[in-house]
Structure formats: structure tokens, C-alpha cells
């Protein structure tokens, strides 16, 4: 533990804090990548923050947080993906002839265009290694050295990795198939839904099961229907806002339009029944960072979704 005192440890706490909304976005690219899933890795994101706020009581010396962060955020990634026994091990082999990073040429530039414009899920199919020198070196434009640190490998092992990892990236994404047909909503969210667009909060609240837990990044959970109902409230001061129902990752989520004439969502929630009744709401109202790598896509409408829907 620190000898400096209250006022040192506050410091510590308030340039983390402020750090993390800058960082958070970052974060998240690299984790969700990682993870294959923008769901998963902003959990890992939470996780990260949380443990970094544990291990700075212990700290004698502020370290460098963003190569610290991302230490945790890597660490605390691949104990998931090895829980879910999905990591994959490949020999290094010797360098390959990567540019340097001051002389990136159009090949280069082209192959991290491709690295930033493939869909989240397609980076769990690379083994670990490959996929972490991709998305730090092509998607965050981190420098070979600073990536080597932070993998504990050399700067020929991640020139390895790298090469391999792009060859092996472009097959997948030559036999991919495009995004999914857009899906019919349940019943149960274009309910939710219709209610929200009417604001008929009394409504929502009586879906919601005694036992509901909300969880939304950068805030406190809530737990309990009377705990979770002041959610709606939130909502009801803001003016124009939209749902849609849509999927991401294989997950039915409701998609949170600005006003209606927006072009594309500020963020999604998604939620989970028992019994009819709401037991769970997860929403990236504060993290509207999420829905820019996740792929949605609006599910069909098979009815209308609240007042002026048959505009």
C-alpha cells in the first residue's frame, strides 16, 4: 500500500478515472476483437477498470497507465477465452518481412483498411497471438516494439504473427458470408418496444419480474423492480429517442435511435425474460462506443413499434 496519503491516493484514482473515458473506446476495440464479441469485450473493459482501481491501492508508484491498462485488459481477456477452452497455440516462426513503422507503403495501409473494416466476430477465428498483433498493429496502430512489451515476445515473433495473422485474416474474409438476413422480432421485445415508443412507463414497469437486475457500464447495478423502475425515469427525460428491435451476434437487442429520422442507432440494450416478465436489462446507453463495431442489423418489422408507426 501507498505512504502518500489520502490526498496521493485520490489523485491516483481521479487520473484513472479521467484516463478511462479516454481510453474506454481504445479498450474496447482491442478487446472486442479479441473476444470476438463487442458484448464480451466490454465486459472485459468493466473488468479491466476494476481491477485496475484494486491494484492501485497496492501500487507504490503510478505506472504508465495506458500500456498498463491494456496489460490487464490483454491478461484478463485470454483467462476467458482459455476458460472457454477456445484459444488456439501456433508455433513462431522466424520474422518475416514486415515494414518498418515509420515506412508503412500502400500494401500495408490496404492490409490494416482490411483489418479495421472486418466484423468483430471473424478475429476469434485466428489464434490468440495473430489476432493480438492484428488489432494492436492494424486496428490501434500501436508501434512493433510497444507490442512486443506488452505481449512479452519479440519484435520478430510479432513481425511473425503479424504476417501470418494477415494471410490467414484475408482467407477468412474471402469465404465469409455477408451479415445475416434481418430477422423477425419476438413478441415479447416488440411489446417492449411499443410501450417505450408511447412512453407508457407505467407499462414497462409492470413487465419487469421482482427480482430484475439492470446492469449498464460505468454505473452501479441495480437489482429489484422498484431499483430498476427509476431506469424509465432516466429515459422519460429524454426527448425523441426511438427503439427498434434488431440482432447482434446472434442476440435479439433493441437498438436506441436519437430521434427516428437518425440514420443509425446511438447504442443497443438488450434484455432477458422469465416467465414473461423482465429479469434482466443490459444497456449501452453510457458506452455508445459498442454499437460502432457490432454489426447490427435491424430486425424485419412485422408490425408497428408505438405512436406513428404507420407514418
Known amino acids: 500500500m501507498s505512504d502518500g496519503g489520502p490526498a496521493v491516493e485520490r489523485d491516483r484514482r481521479e487520473g484513472l478515472l479521467a484516463l478511462a473515458a479516454a481510453l474506454r473506446p481504445e479498450l474496447h476495440r482491442y478487446c472486442a476483437r479479441l473476444m470476438g464479441s463487442v458484448i464480451d469485450g ?6 479491466t477498470f476494476a481491477r485496475a482501481f484494486v491494484a492501485l491501492d497496492e501500487l507504490c508508484e503510478v505506472p504508465q497507465l495506458r500500456p498498463w491498462l491494456f496489460r490487464i485488459a490483454h491478461n484478463r481477456a485470454l483467462d476467458l477465452l482459455r476458460s472457454r477452452a477456445v484459444r488456439a497455440a501456433e508455433p513462431i516462426e522466424a520474422a518475416l518481412e514486415i515494414a518498418d513503422d515509420s515506412k508503412a507503403g500502400p500494401v500495408e495501409t490496404l492490409m490494416r483498411k482490411e483489418a479495421i473494416e472486418t466484423a468483430v466476430s471473424r478475429f476469434a477465428e485466428l489464434p490468440v497471438n495473430q489476432r493480438s498483433v492484428i488489432i494492436l498493429k ?7 516494439a510497444g507490442i512486443a512489451t506488452l505481449l512479452g515476445i519479440s519484435v520478430d515473433a510479432v513481425k511473425a ?28 421485445v416488440v411489446r417492449y418496444i411499443a410501450l417505450f415508443n408511447q412512453h407508457d412507463w407505467d407499462g414497462l414497469r409492470a413487465l419487469l419480474a421482482d427480482d430484475v437486475r439492470l446492469q449498464q457500464s460505468m454505473h452501479p447495478p441495480r437489482s429489484g423492480a422498484a431499483d430498476v423502475g427509476m431506469f424509465f425515469t432516466i429515459y422519460a427525460k429524454s426527448e425523441g429517442l426511438w427503439l427498434r428491435p ?22 443497443f440494450m438488450w434484455l432477458e425474460w422469465r416467465e414473461g416478465r423482465i429479469s434482466f436489462i443490459r444497456d449501452y446507453r453510457y458506452v455508445g462506443y459498442v454499437a460502432d463495431d457490432a454489426g447490427l442489423v435491424l430486425a424485419r418489422e412485422a408490425g408497428s413499434f408505438g405512436r406513428g408507426a404507420g407514418r
Open 42 to 47: 466490454e465486459d472485459v473493459v468493466q473488468d
Open 161 to 188: 504473427h503479424l504476417a501470418r495473422g494477415r494471410a490467414r485474416l484475408r482467407r477468412i474474409n474471402a469465404e465469409a458470408d455477408p451479415l445475416p438476413n434481418a430477422r423477425i422480432a419476438s413478441a415479447a
Open 138 to 144: 492494424d486496428v490501434l496502430d500501436e508501434p512493433l
Open 246 to 267: 434488431a440482432w447482434v451476434e446472434g442476440r435479439e437487442v433493441i437498438a436506441v435511435f436519437e430521434d427516428r429520422a437518425a440514420t443509425k442507432p446511438s447504442h
